[in-house]
């Protein structure tokens, strides 16, 4: 499986941006899709996710009611639609894919079998 993101870039305060992350290799509809974050000296953090087969959506508090992640399964791809951004969504973004993500650790970046290359997201306040 290859996860290619995309969508980054350098927005003011308040703005929008739409990641995305398509995959070659595999189909997303049997897998829990998700995105990480990194912000710089920080570790990677959960953002949202996307369980396989159930369609449910799960979101990091700091990120609710701002962020929207959804699947094209035409596309075999992922988006993650970000409104309302601030200077603490500064970092480098990752998808991430799993066959075996287990509810009770869909944070956790070891469940997660494929990561994407990262894409760089800067809010400027």
């Known amino acids: 499986v290859q996860l290619q993101a995309s969508g980054g870039g350098l927005v003011q305060a308040g703005e929008s941006l739409r990641l995305s992350c398509a995959a070659s290799?595999?189909?997303?509809?049997?897998?829990?899709v998700a995105w990480f974050r990194q912000a710089a000296g920080k570790e990677r953090e959960f953002v949202a996710a996307l369980r396989r087969s159930f369609g449910s959506t799960h979101y990091t508090d700091s990120v609710k009611g701002r962020f929207t992640i959804s699947r094209d399964n035409a596309k075999n791809t992922v988006h993650l639609q970000m409104n309302s951004l601030n200077a603490e969504d500064t970092a480098v973004y990752y998808c991430?894919?799993?066959?075996?993500?287990?509810?009770?650790?869909?944070?956790?970046?070891?469940?997660?079998?494929?990561w994407g290359q990262g894409t760089q997201v800067t809010v400027s306040s």
């Open positions: 290799g595999h189909t997303f509809v049997d897998a829990t």
């Open positions: 991430a894919y799993g066959r075996r993500v287990i509810m009770s650790a869909i944070r956790s970046p070891n469940m997660y079998d494929y």
